[in-house]
T-cell receptor, first 112, second 111 residues
Framework: EAQVTQNPRYLITVTGKKLTVTCSQNMNHEYMSWYRQDPGLGLRQIYYSMNVEVTDKGDVPEGYKVSRKEKRNFPLILESPSPNQTSLYFC???????????FGQGTRLTVV | SQQGEEDPQALSIQEGENATMNCSYKTSINNLQWYRQNSGRGLVHLILIRSNEREKHSGRLRVTLDTSKKSSSLLITASRAADTASYFCATDGGSQGNLIFGKGTKLSVKP
């Protein structure tokens, strides 16, 4: 089954404690991206990757890091999380940047 | 950055009625997509319409695209309670690197 898998689904952490949200896709897609969703603001892109070792900033990259060492994985790293990063995060993959995107089930992050 | 904007922000209808949502965008595009999101869950792709297409159908969905007005509409016919969700348009802005989403229309279909 074609899918994008994010882990964990829910996470509560404290300010400053480094965390990683994993994302994996099984469709051999070139393109992967991370979004955050906040009430009233819609989905905003954090980072995207067009291929292995190729990443670029989206609209709201501050406070986040990503890596693309393998085609299937695209982890999101918060080196020093802050309360304003409390949000619902989605990973997505697609064959190309402008083709149908497949989304993970989301990670609800709370930073206290 | 360039973004699609949906209208209305919220829509409440009775089962069996049609629901129409609109999306406007700012720059030229290669294609425009519509997605659905059930509460707090991942987005699901509904339909993609290319810039050289004017109308596309998929089941009870009808999408139109007017590139001269930089706008698109999504029509859901004979709505069902299960159509209750948020609907988002997404554009590529003419580039190959970025899929930009609007803020969505929240549709509520009452039984």
């Amino acid at each position: 089954e074609a899918q994008v898998t994010q882990n964990p689904r829910y996470l509560i952490t404290v300010t400053g404690k480094k965390l990683t949200v994993t994302c994996s896709q099984n469709m051999n897609h070139e393109y992967m991206s991370w979004y955050r969703q906040d009430p009233g603001l819609g989905l905003r892109q954090i980072y995207y990757s067009m291929n292995v070792e190729v990443t670029d900033k989206g609209d709201v990259p501050e406070g986040y890091k990503v890596s693309r060492k393998e085609k299937r994985n695209f982890p999101l790293i918060l080196e020093s999380p802050s309360p304003n990063q409390t949000s619902l995060y989605f990973c997505a993959s697609s064959r190309q940047g402008d083709t149908e995107a497949f989304f993970g089930q989301g990670t609800r992050l709370t930073v206290v | 950055s360039q973004q699609g904007e949906e209208d209305p922000q919220a829509l409440s209808i009775q089962e069996g009625e049609n629901a129409t949502m609109n999306c406007s965008y700012k720059t030229s595009i290669n294609n425009l997509q519509w997605y659905r999101q059930n509460s707090g869950r991942g987005l699901v792709h509904l339909i993609l319409i290319r810039s050289n297409e004017r109308e596309k159908h998929s089941g009870r969905l009808r999408v139109t695209l007017d590139t001269s007005k930089k706008s698109s509409s999504l029509l859901i016919t004979a709505s069902r309670a299960a159509d209750t969700a948020s609907y988002f348009c997404a554009t590529d802005g003419g580039s190959q690197g970025n899929l930009i989403f609007g803020k969505g229309t929240k549709l509520s279909v009452k039984p």
